[in-house]
């Protein structure tokens, strides 16, 4: 593409180019101080072809943020993507590829195992009748089953 750069990373990727599920690094930025955060693109939706529906979103979005964080306490967000295709996951510090592969993957058990959407009322929600734990569990099991293709970003790659 001949497309100006633009400010935001993922605005300067090939939408067309990539192979989801997948999980990729999208920016890693160096404080003042030195402490490094690093912010992933967790893809679960080919772009423009598939997408995820905003409950199953959102019903996502608590379970991970909760659960990720029995696992690690350098989880500093997760977050969807408008276009209803992934989320971003923002952790303090570097990690391998393996490190963080290993805890998307205990985390999406954790989300297989649950028995309910943590916080998904009117007090602890600003949506709070927006959730469905099935549609959460379809979407995190379907993204689990393709955990050897989550290094592979772009068709054509082999890892
Ligand atoms: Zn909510």
């Not at 992933?40 to 199953?56: G, K, S, W």
């Not at 602890?124 to 393709?146: D, V």
């Amino acid at each position: 593409m001949t497309e100006p750069r633009m400010n935001v990373e993922s605005f300067n990727l090939d939408h067309r180019a990539v192979a989801a599920p997948y999980l990729r690094v999208a920016d890693r930025k160096v404080l003042p101080h030195g402490d490094v955060i690093v912010k992933y693109d967790v893809r679960f939706a080919q772009p423009n072809v598939a997408h995820l529906e905003m409950p199953a979103i959102h019903s996502l979005e608590h379970l991970f943020a909760e659960k990720s964080r029995n696992h690690s306490d350098r989880v500093i967000d997760f977050s969807p993507m408008g276009c209803q295709t992934g989320f971003y996951l923002i952790l303090q510090g570097d990690h391998t590829f393996e490190q963080v592969e290993e805890l998307v993957a205990a985390t999406l058990q954790d989300i297989l195992d649950a028995d309910e959407v943590p916080a998904a009322n009117e007090v602890q929600c600003g949506w709070g009748a927006n959730h469905t734990l099935e549609g959460a569990q379809r979407a995190a099991r379907a993204f689990l089953a393709e955990r050897g293709q989550w290094s592979q970003v772009f068709a054509g790659e082999s890892r």
